[in-house]
């Protein structure tokens, strides 16, 4: 940070990042400040295009800025990137002091290594925006390739680091409008579409000022009408089908005993069967499926003490019955020398047999393994509190009678080209068992709740969200709650929803977009090394 280059930034520059980290924090839950999407991130833009002093002054005495140097952008862009992960996962440090049992400083460093490695994407971001720029004074090349570079760094943060949390798309989740491009792109596509209104914003104080005010107008108008797909609705999509979601709120650090469980256990099966039997008043059609959360309770499948009574519920319910259980496999089947224990979804029928399984492949670093144990053995607290579970192996749709379920459990949700592939797989409705109890209050159950949302337009899918805490919902495949329950609340949600078995374009062939922008950037950054190095030197060698 004290290098040269870095102090030849710009102070403007550096006020400039700072706010549009804000502005990004912004956009997500809890503020769900949403509108500012289409402007957040123009002040980041037009600091890395105008972030160093060129040596002379403009005519009207203004200093004379040019683009970022690579290390001058990486850097710019970088404390961006960590300013804005410490403004929207701010709940990694209580999670981790609270439950995984670190104190408050030790917390407090997880949650900044924490940014410091993911704000890494910001800072490609800003790389790969300054190499396209190059040393010269023409930034068209730079902005034309901006909304290519973001998404192709997002594919890559999704792919290579596993954490696509809060994808820029996401933010504009209840713009029913906007938002149906993803049964093509993804959400890939709607965070292009963001970007490139701000590169358009950012564009306008790039250029001359007596150009300036038609082309600021002319993009705030733009994002004015994409904006406004919020205000327009779609017609209701028919539910003939009922299921039971059950939200057990039980306490994430609850102390269980043998009286204590059996006594949760009975609460539980009661609840769901008086709810079942009054469900047929209900118009939305048969009930025919009981769905109990992700856990945090020590549900294990081959416990006859949990067994048991589940199989018993589903016969007296007459349904079947997805739930939240730790899977487990003898040592004898396994090939290895101990159990394996899952993070699993078991499906019982209405006889009461356990029918099938599927045990989650996506896990959470730190809360469901440790990686790099002996380096971060530190901050192990919370794998320990949770369990240090094996990876599943197949996407499989659960077989539920006449209906196929794709299952998939928590943090799995906020990965858009694993969910896709049970719906691609047969999947007619899409079910998400989670416990957000490890979030508390914060913003990121509802950070949660919109990527799933996200993942039901995506593949034109209902999807049954059972939570442990909330917010346990309905979600129609134009990603609107039709039901939901109060947080913190036990109680049983009637959930309408219905089968469908056609599949949307990005079903059928995934993230073929984001993919499409990522190979045009890398074009384009080749194609200006292959065609322009000798002028990049003169420009060089004239900054």
Known sequence: MLSFPVRQIHSS???????????QAL??????????????????????????PAGALEIDGSANLRAAKPLQAFVLAYLSGILWYAGTCYWIYDTMHQYGGLNKPVALLALFLF?????????????LLSLAAGPGRDNR?????????WVAVELARTLVTGFPWNLLGTAQVDNISLSRITTWTGVYGVSFEIMLVNVAVAAAFLVPKKKRSTLLVASLVAAAVLQAGRLVDAPAIPADRAALLVQENIPVDATWTRDNFQRTLRELADLSVKAASAAPESKTGKMDLIVWPESPAPFFTNDPLFRDPVSQMARDAHSWVVTGAIGTKPAAHSGTSASQVFNSA?????????AARYDKIHLVPFGEYL??????????????????????????????????LGVFICY????????????????????NLSNDGWYGDSGAYAQHLNQTRMRAIENGRWILSATDTGVTASIDPYGRIVARLPRKERGALVAPYA????????????????WLCAIISAGALLTRFALHPKADRKAEASS
Do not use: M
């Open 371 to 404: 990686p790099f144990p002996r380096l971060l053995a530190f901050a192990g607290g919370l794998t320990r509190e949770v369990g240090e579970f094996q990876t599943g192996a197949s996407r499989v749709p659960l077989d539920a009678g006449s209906t196929k």
């Open 27 to 52: 956009i997500f839950p809890l503020a769900g400040l949403y509108i500012l999407s289409w402007v957040a991130f123009a002040p980041l833009v037009v600091a890395l295009l105008r972030a160093r």
């Open 115 to 127: 940014c410091l490695y993911l704000g890494l994407y910001h800072g490609l971001f800003g790389l």
């Open 499 to 514: 089968l469908t078995s056609v599949t949307t374009f990005y079903t059928r062939h995934g993230d073929w977009f984001a």
């Open 13 to 23: 520059a550096w006020l400039l990042v700072i706010l549009s980290s804000l502005l």
């Open 141 to 149: 090349r730079a902005l034309v390739a901006a909304p290519f570079l």
């Open 346 to 354: 078991a499906l019982i029928n209405p006889s009461g047999d356990w």
């Open 412 to 431: 799995e949700s906020v990965f858009p080209g694993e969910v896709r592939e049970f719906a691609d797989q047969g999947a007619q409705v899409l079910v």
